[in-house]
């Protein structure tokens, strides 16, 4: 079973709106982390934010948001007043405690921000 | 701010050749990694290094591909005969320590093999 699903391979939002990007994953694992990773057509990846799964919580950060629904597990980014220089891959990411430091990436989606 | 940085940007190389693809992780960072991306693909990891050793790798991390930290501050991937199919993007990544925290990553070198 695939430990991070992205459903939605593009997306597109109008400049200024909000867009929510889905991730579900899978674990059996207690103690784990998700993560949120932005990468422009340049290639790098950039760390966005972060949900440990002890976390109450919803995680934010400036624009972006997580909505963790753990029965659901669920991790959705929501990025608020979307810019154009938001459009990029975006790529949930898992790591569990007990698997150590790997990380488990999902197939991404691409999100376009129309003007 | 600290960043992780890769050299070179781009490579290409012939099959069969051996390449080394090189990394400077984060000066206060122990753990290092390296993760591929085919393109169009997802990133997968390869491997993860600690205290000079490897901590983990996947299945992709086969008898062709070895990493060393020669000195105190490069981080290498050598692959040692490489196929068509190693044509990737390399992620060379790093993070403080073990637990959830995030890994930074570097910009990626993007290996062409023809």
């Known amino acids: 079973a695939q430990k991070i699903t992205q459903t939605q391979p593009g997306m597109f939002v109008q400049e200024k709106e909000a867009v929510t990007l889905d991730c579900t994953y899978d674990?059996?694992?207690?103690?784990?982390?998700l993560f949120w990773y932005k990468q422009p057509s340049s290639g790098e990846m950039i760390f966005l934010i972060y949900?440990?799964?002890?976390?109450?919580q919803n995680a934010t950060e400036g624009r972006y948001s997580l909505n963790f629904q753990k029965a659901r597990k669920s991790a959705n980014l929501v990025i608020s007043a979307s810019q154009l220089g938001d459009s990029a891959m975006y790529f949930c990411?898992?790591?569990?405690?007990?698997?150590?430091?790997?990380?488990?990436f999902g197939t991404g989606t691409s999100l376009t921000v129309i003007p | 701010e600290p960043e992780v940085t890769q050299t070179p940007s781009h490579q290409v190389t012939q099959m069969g050749q051996e390449v080394i693809l090189r990394c400077v992780p984060i000066?206060?960072?122990?753990?290092f990694y390296w993760y591929r991306q085919i393109l169009g693909q997802k990133v997968e990891f390869l491997v993860s290094?600690?205290?000079?050793?490897?901590?983990?790798k996947s299945e992709i991390f086969d008898d062709q591909f070895s990493v060393e930290r020669p000195d105190g501050s490069n981080f290498t991937l050598k692959i040692r005969s490489t196929k068509l199919e190693d044509s990737a993007m390399y992620f060379c990544?790093?993070?403080?320590?073990?637990?959830?925290?995030?890994?930074?990553f570097g910009p990626g070198t993007r290996l062409t093999v023809t």
């Open positions: 674990t059996s694992d207690p103690s784990y982390g």
């Open positions: 290094f600690y205290n000079n050793e490897i901590s983990e």
């Open positions: 000066s206060n960072h122990l753990y």
């Open positions: 990411a898992m790591r569990e405690a007990n698997t150590g430091n790997q990380f488990y």
């Open positions: 990544a790093s993070s403080r320590d073990r637990g959830n925290h995030e890994q930074y």
């Open positions: 949900q440990g799964s002890y976390d109450q």
